[in-house]
């Protein structure tokens, strides 16, 4: 019973260090994209929900996948600096994207690098749309600048 003891607690053991060292590894390639995007980032939640946040040009996000979907998530105007991920429920925060998990994948798992990307990107699509003057050209339904459609404008104004 004690060498099953021991060989139990060792297995316990290398399974928390290789554990240790996927996280370790996924620190490492977040903070590498991060840098590659120009972007502060980071791992906030591992799991259920995963949970990375980050500060992009200037505005706090997070970005939380949990049961098959995810949401992207940015400080208010009147205080872009400020962690919506740690805000009370009560203080504003502005819900720019949302989609299904499988948007974060690669490889049919779960990518902290990909997950990274798609937040940078909706958080810049979001600012650059809230900032655009939505100009028609003649009966195209789209702004030539950032591809909303006209009609729906007003939904990019927070």
Not at 70 to 93: C, F, K, L
Request: contains cysteine; charged residues 30%.
């Amino acid at each position: 019973m004690t060498a099953f003891r021991e060989v139990w607690n060792e297995d316990i053991e290398q399974e928390y260090l290789d554990e240790e060292r996927y996280f370790q590894k996924q620190r490492e390639l977040v903070a590498s994209e991060a840098e590659v995007l120009g972007v502060e980032a980071g791992t906030q939640v591992w799991a259920a929900p995963h949970v990375l946040v980050g500060v992009c040009d200037g505005r706090s996000f997070y970005l939380r996948e949990r049961h098959g979907s995810y949401r992207v998530t940015i400080a208010p105007d009147n205080d872009p600096g400020s962690d919506p991920w740690v805000a009370e429920p009560t203080e504003p925060s502005i819900d720019i994207a949302a989609g299904d998990e499988c948007e974060l994948e690669d490889a049919g798992r779960f990518s902290w690098v990909v997950a990274l990307r798609v937040a940078v990107q909706a958080v810049r699509t979001a600012a650059a749309r809230n900032l655009c003057e939505h100009r028609r050209i003649g009966s195209e339904p789209f702004c030539p600048s950032c591809g909303v459609r006209i009609d729906d404008a007003d939904a990019w104004r927070w």
